[in-house]
């Protein structure tokens, strides 16, 4: 079972007001962006959000909980930045969108050093059906006008593609931690030899 599985705060916190709420998650998504999701202190991360620990223990079960919280906030902008997928049928425009995405995606995440630090559990190595559902509207996209022509079934298809962005999106984050500007095409190259596309 994945460990990084959607959960939602408990309803006390919804209630607060949007930037009691924001402030929150921005302080606990900074801890566990500087700390790690594994040694950020739930504790200093309430203390430094202002809140009393009976109080936390209001908005979420624990920890767990609000981290998962915090992902499922990162993953909702990463959506956001990455946008949904159109339908396209010139060839050009199809190649053209699929990198105006990446690039969108790719800017959010220079100007959000937050989001990239935490974009492999929040976004890559969660069920996410915004990203499951944009790679399916990609590929039907790419099948129906004859781009993508590799002869398998559609699910196993959507999965290797969700996969191969997934190793790209992990090894361009990567390159932005450490300073470098990564080669966008590199991954979609991947991605063209796997669906059999024409360039």
Known sequence: ???????????????LPAEERRQILEVAQHAFATDGTEHASYNQIIAAAGISKSSAYNYFDGRDDLLHTVLDDIAVRLAA?????????????????????????????????DDLALIDPAFLLREQGTFAGWVADVVDNGVANGIVTADCDRDLLVAATAAVIRAGDAWAADQLRAGRSPDQEQPWSLVRNLWGARA
């Open 1 to 15: 079972m994945n460990r990084y599985y959607s959960t939602v705060p408990l309803p006390r916190f919804t209630r």
């Open 81 to 113: 930045a990455l946008g949904p997928w159109r339908r396209i049928d010139d060839h050009d425009e199809f190649w053209a969108a699929i990198h105006a995405a990446g690039t969108a995606l790719g800017a959010h995440l220079a100007e959000h050093p």
